[in-house]
């Protein structure tokens, strides 16, 4: 069993940046992979960027390089850093972990970018 809890959203100018947080319920390195995805309005949940527990990162290609994962393995929680943030990434954003063959998901934070 992994709970995850999504914050750190919000309404930010065009340019910005936000640090999104996935507190999770145990150590995140028993945790395969720790995961960020985003559903904008009207559309399907995407992937944004993964952090595996060997440290490896991988991203999603429209975040060009704006976009950090990171973590904090004393805290349990894994960070999205969004820099230079465009109306487009507006979205609800999500954490995903699998532990032990199975999924979870964090309940969402909004965020919006907007002038």
């Known amino acids: 069993q992994v709970q995850l809890v999504d914050s750190g959203g919000g309404l930010v100018q065009p340019g910005g940046s936000l640090r999104l947080s996935c507190a999770a319920s145990?150590?995140?390195?028993?945790?395969?992979?720790m995961e960020w995805f985003r559903q904008a309005p009207g559309k399907q949940r995407e992937w944004v960027a993964s952090?595996?527990?060997?440290?490896?990162?991988r991203y999603k290609d429209f975040v060009s390089g704006r976009f950090t994962i990171s973590r904090d393995n004393a805290k349990n929680t894994v960070y999205l850093q969004m820099n230079s943030l465009k109306p487009e990434d507006t979205a609800v954003y999500y954490c995903?972990?699998?532990?032990?063959?199975?999924?979870?998901w964090g309940q969402g934070t909004q965020v919006t970018v907007s002038s």
């Open positions: 145990r150590s995140i390195f028993s945790i395969s992979v």
């Open positions: 952090m595996f527990n060997s440290g490896t990162t």
């Open positions: 995903k972990a699998n532990y032990q063959g199975s999924v979870y």
